[in-house]
């Protein structure tokens, strides 16, 4: 299983951005949770959101709440994060993550996959 994150990049406060996660390698008969995570220098990585197999349960850590949504594609295999109202603190490298199972968490240790990361970083 592979996963590809893009969409990263150089914003102001204020602004918006949308991340993109493609995964490939797997059926789309396999049941999967999909999730982003966040890792600011000198930071451990967190938790930002998730969504489960089917797309009906979000969850999203108390600092983005309203400004940012969730959301998968499952006939593409795909998940976005479209992120509002960027803050300067919303910097970090975003890594989309992979459960194989029908719901999602907040632990990454619960994700078996990961893509390689994507930087987005908001200028005061």
């Known amino acids: 299983v592979q996963l590809q994150a893009s969409g990263g990049g150089l914003v102001q406060a204020g602004d918006s951005l949308e991340l993109s996660c493609a995964a490939s390698g797997r059926s789309t008969a396999v049941r999967f949770a999909m999730a982003w995570f966040r890792q600011a220098p000198g930071k451990e990585r967190e938790f930002v959101a998730a969504?489960?197999?089917?797309?009906?349960?979000?969850g999203y850590t108390d600092s983005v709440k309203g400004r940012f949504t969730i959301s998968r594609d499952s006939a593409k295999n795909t998940v976005s994060l479209t992120m509002n109202s960027l803050k300067p603190e919303d910097t970090a490298i975003y890594y989309c993550a992979s459960h194989l199972g029908s719901y999602y968490y907040v632990n990454p240790h619960e994700y078996e996959y990961w893509g390689q990361g994507t930087l987005v970083t908001v200028s005061s």
């Open positions: 969504v489960n197999w089917n797309g009906d349960s979000t």
